[in-house]
């Protein structure tokens, strides 16, 4: 895939997602998707997900809040040849949506991020990381048809064994069938608030470390077509770095994973 997109040292507040390896690179090789499926890639970003599925056939409709990757996202497809398979709408989460798809993908901001700061537009999932997730979570069974999936990436606090996001997809999913990645293993929660907030926000991460212990990183597949059932799956290794497999693998990867962005 040929893509542009901002570098991870960019400021601005728009700037459009860099593409990391145990990330969005991760989520584009695994989109389950047919070809002539009707796709939907909420948040799209560089537009990488949204490409992925052109590239295997699908129709695709893409969405992004920020018109600066919506720009990005276009001329992205079209460097790879796929502009007229994708239709990009500039706004919020399913609102500009209408119709029914057979897959809906979302890697959506996800970073825990307490009133009053202010993070990237990519990157600010809200006080819990699942703002958007859980908008997504709610919202997709009304645009999925019968057999229908969503694919989502997404870091998740939670207590022991139990990511909040797993709740989520339970009460919204009931029926479905779930394969669930954890692409880090589950890691304490408060010294990786600690060391991303600098020993800021103390009564926060206080508060959010009274409800949740665990902070879990995962890849969800829901099939809604498809018995009941929660199958765990492997955690992959990551080819390009000898970081993977942790939090702090996580952390010093990103600094070593530019390999698509603007140079
Ligand atoms: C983590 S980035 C993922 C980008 C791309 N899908 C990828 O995997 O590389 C999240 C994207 O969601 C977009 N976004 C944030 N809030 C949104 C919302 N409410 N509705 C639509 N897009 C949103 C951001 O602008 C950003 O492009």
Known sequence: MNMRTDSLTDQRFGRVFPIFEDESAYFAKNIQVDRRADVLDIGTGSGILAIAAAQEGAEVVAVDRNPRAISFAMRNAARNRVRSKIRFLLGDGLEPVAGMFDLITCNP?????????????????????????????????????????LQMIVMSPGTGERPAVMDMVRRHFPHAMVECTSLFPPTPLRPILQATLK???????????????????????????????????????????RYAGSWEGRVRRRRVILGYARR
């Open 199 to 241: 020993g800021r926000y103390p009564a926060f991460v206080r508060d959010l470390c009274s409800r949740y212990t665990t902070y879990f990183y995962l890849f969800i597949t829901i099939h809604s077509g498809r018995r009941r059932e929660v199958r765990w799956l492997p955690t992959p290794s990551f080819r390009r770095s």
């Open 109 to 149: 901001p996800f970073n825990i991020t307490p009133p009053g700061q202010k993070g990237a537009l990519f990157s600010d999932g809200g006080p819990d990381g699942l703002r958007l997730a859980r908008r997504i979570l709610r919202q997709a069974p009304r645009h999925l048809r019968p057999a229908g999936k």
